[in-house]
């Protein structure tokens, strides 16, 4: 709801599409500059607290934007403040609450909290933007922002009722470059660390470059489906992301490292197969499967690192896992863009359908054979 109402209200100021690009990206940058702080801070503080602070700033910089507002204060400069403030605090909220999951269940059921919090996201990005038209026609955009602070006092008011388990004491930061060598040491001796989380963001490059680019540019006018068209194309996506989160919720499995690259594999497959249907009809069937594939995936995935990483390294090991995919998805964003230009769309899909499984098979066959420190149990 949130990053629908930043473009509308940059809109309503401006009338410029270059200030909507600006205000996207005054909420993205704090993710990338403070992201890797952020887990620092999660792994060497209380995650409890992080979460409760930074929804609560949130929730003040988002309620600052109906209230400038009605004194006929706001403008594009102060918006972007708002963005960028709450870009800061989701960098710190999101390794602190993804380390915060350990505290609160077992790791043999940290594959069902993951799947709840995965298909909550996935809710919350469907039905966000329904949310906000409904604001819309009733009252000022600018009121959006209202009931996006108030999802954040929420939060907080949430997590002071978690109850955390009792876990094993955290080692004690003597600093920042100690505790980024001693997380450094963790995944040198656990390298299936380094391969679950390079196998994620080597295929980020294929989502971001078929998801934003391929996808739309197939639907939209190869095959005549218009926005309309990508509109159903988009939300089969999230309806297929919501059953795979069900079932990755509803269905414990044993192997996750297996289900994790499963999931891969199958979505980068279908990507190839997007490259040859007929109809729009036929596109929005393979994005819900690939919806459903990347569901399962995010969730078996976020429980082998629960269940593999030590809890004084989770936040940081987090947020270089987001960091990469963010990097990479944008180059292959980019790359993607320049591409397609000159070369088409099926051609270039089917070859980074090739590329994902290439590098999903060698990440994986390369966890199978890391070595594992003699307390791990095989994968």
């Known amino acids: 709801m949130q990053d629908v109402a930043l473009i509308w209200i940059a809109w309503e100021l401006t009338q410029s599409s270059a200030a909507m690009a600006a205000m996207t990206l005054a909420s993205r940058v704090p993710l990338w500059l403070f992201g890797l702080v952020g887990g620092i801070c999660a792994d060497g503080g ?13 929730a003040v910089a988002a309620l600052a934007v109906p209230l400038l507002h009605s004194l006929s204060l706001m403008n594009v400069v102060l918006l972007g403040c708002a963005a960028f403030t709450i870009g800061i605090a989701r960098a710190f909220e999101a390794p602190a609450l993804y380390a915060l999951i350990k505290a609160l269940v077992e790791d043999s059921r940290s594959q069902a909290l993951n799947g709840i919090t995965d298909t909550s996201k996935r809710t919350a990005r469907l039905v966000g933007p329904m949310l906000a038209s409904a604001v819309k026609a009733v009252a000022p955009v600018m009121w959006c922002y209202a009931a996006v602070g108030a999802g954040f006092l929420l939060m907080a008011a949430a997590v002071t009722r978690f109850r955390l388990r009792e876990i094993e004491d955290r080692p004690k930061r003597s600093s920042i470059v100690s505790d980024i ?39 939209i006018d190869i095959l005549g489906g218009g926005t309309q068209g990508y509109a159903f194309v988009a939300s089969a996506f999230a309806v297929g992301g919501l059953t795979g989160g069900f079932a990755g919720t509803a269905f414990r499995v044993g192997n996750k490292l297996w289900l994790a690259a499963g999931g891969l594999i199958v979505a980068g497959l279908t990507f190839g197969l997007i490259a040859l249907l007929p109809n729009v009809s036929a596109v929005a069937a393979g994005a819900a ?44 964003v980019f790359a993607a863009g320049l591409i397609v230009d000159n070369w088409g769309v099926s051609g270039p899909m089917l070859a980074v359908a090739v590329y994902s499984q290439l590098v999903v098979l060698y990440c994986l066959l390369s966890a199978l054979k890391a070595p594992l420190p003699a307390t791990q149990a095989a994968p």
């Open 46 to 58: 209380s995650p409890r607290r992080i979460v409760l602070a930074a929804n609560l700033i949130a």
């Open 181 to 219: 060598r001693a997380a450094v040491r963790v995944v040198q001796s656990r390298q299936i660390l380094l391969f679950i989380i390079l196998m994620d963001v080597l295929f980020s490059l294929t989502y971001g470059a078929c998801y934003w680019v391929f996808v739309p540019r197939l639907v």
């Open 289 to 332: 499967l690939i919806g459903a594939s990347l569901s399962v995936q995010s969730i078996s995935l976020q429980s082998v690192l629960h269940e593999r990483c030590p809890t004084e390294h989770l936040g940081k090991l987090y947020s270089s896992w987001r960091f990469g995919n963010e990097i990479a998805g944008s180059l292959g």
